[in-house]
Nanobody, 118 residues
């Protein structure tokens, strides 16, 4: 089992920045791939970014150039630096993990609210 706890959400004005953190504990070998998803009111959960071995990353087109995902393996913590925030970035952001790229996203955090005002 892997436990994931997000932090760092809040209210920010458009154009501002926030950094989300996701602390992993438990069987961290099952969290080789980690990622961020978000869900806005009335919409389905969508992929934001992910990172896996060797520092490889993947981003949704909507956040490329504005968001940066990173990971500190020594701290078992993943980050999402969000710059140039837009009102459409408003959502609950979830941290997720899976053992490999071939697995489904088995582990989820409880979510943290990000609200961007115009």
């Amino acid at each position: 089992q892997v436990q994931l706890v997000e932090s760092g959400g809040g209210l920010v004005q458009a154009g501002g920045s926030l950094r989300l953190s996701c602390a992993a504990s438990g069987r961290t070998s099952s969290s080789s791939v980690m990622g961020w998803f978000r869900q806005a009111p009335g919409k389905e959960r969508e992929f934001v970014a992910s990172t896996w071995s060797g520092g490889r990353t993947s981003y949704a087109d909507s956040v490329k150039g504005r968001f940066t995902i990173s990971r500190d393996n020594a701290k078992n913590t993943m980050y999402l630096q969000m710059n140039s925030l837009k009102p459409e970035d408003t959502a609950v952001y979830y941290c997720a993990a899976r053992p490999s790229l071939l697995n489904s996203w088995d582990y989820w955090g409880q979510g943290t609210q990000v609200t961007v005002s115009s």
